[in-house]
Antibody, heavy 123, light 107 residues
Framework: QEQLAESGGGLVKPGGSLRLSCTTS????????INWIRQAPGKGLEWLSY????????FYADSVKGRFTISRDNAKNSVYLQMNSLKVEDTAVYYC????????????????WGQGTLVSVSS | IVLTQSPGTLSLSPGERATLSCRAS???????LAWYQQKPGQAPRLLIY???DRAPGIADRFSGSGSGTDFTLTISRLDPEDFAVYYC?????????FGQGTKVEIK
């Protein structure tokens, strides 16, 4: 069964750092881009970042560029999101997600999602 | 690319037809437009990709149409389980972007 599972969320003070992990199983990890998306309480979805299968292509939303860094370890089938200089407005549930088809086929939306991990930024 | 969804809320009864709109600020590359359904406390679920292709396991009462900058999600006959929030997303350009969502509520 194809699965993604986020971990590493928690309560952090403004200006602090947190590292989220997205652990995957049940599919060929190196064939897929992985994305991070977040959802602030009561708000809509916000796409944050993606990383290519080899890790040599990454992209960020303007809201997190320069503060967040995405990386992956293909040996551990995992993707990470290092979050620095956290702000109150970064409070959200953070999801990792994968496309329906592998990178060498056509692009699709995100078919496999984790359950999310809550990040709370508060003093 | 900014995606604007309308209406913000749609109040309908089970069995009725729902029509949701998503308008893009510029042409979406290759019609790379997806629709998601999200229920409270759950991760989003992919319904439609490529503007009109249903994702695996999605009921045929869900259909997507449109091209360029104007896209539509239609639910032909609302089932009680369809009352939820729906988001469109473009994935043809980076950064990827989502619309602000349309809530479909029971009238």
């Amino acid at each position: 069964q194809e699965q993604l599972a986020e971990s590493g969320g928690g309560l952090v003070k403004p200006g602090g750092s947190l590292r989220l992990s997205c652990t995957t199983s049940g599919f060929k990890f190196i064939d897929y881009y992985i994305n991070w998306i977040r959802q602030a309480p009561g708000k809509g979805l916000e796409w944050l970042s993606y990383i290519s299968p080899t890790g040599n292509a990454v992209f960020y939303a303007d809201s997190v560029k320069g503060r967040f860094t995405i990386s992956r370890d293909n040996a551990k089938n995992s993707v990470y999101l290092q979050m620095n200089s956290l702000k109150v407005e970064d409070t959200a549930v953070y999801y990792c997600a994968r496309e329906l088809r592998p990178y060498y086929e056509f692009l699709t939306g995100y078919h496999v999602w984790g359950q999310g991990t809550l990040v709370s930024v508060s003093s | 690319i900014v995606l604007t969804q309308s209406p913000g809320t749609l109040s309908l009864s089970p069995g009725e037809r729902a029509t949701l709109s998503c308008r893009a600020s510029q042409t979406i590359t290759s019609n790379y437009l997806a629709w998601y359904q999200q229920k409270p406390g759950q991760a989003p679920r992919l319904l439609i990709y490529g503007a009109s292709d249903r994702a695996p396991g999605i009921a045929d009462r869900f259909s997507g149409s449109g091209s360029g900058t104007d896209f539509t999600l239609t639910i032909s006959r609302l089932d009680p389980e369809d009352f939820a929030v729906y988001y469109c997303q473009q994935y043809g350009s980076s950064p990827r972007t989502f619309g602000q969502g349309t809530k479909v509520e029971i009238k």
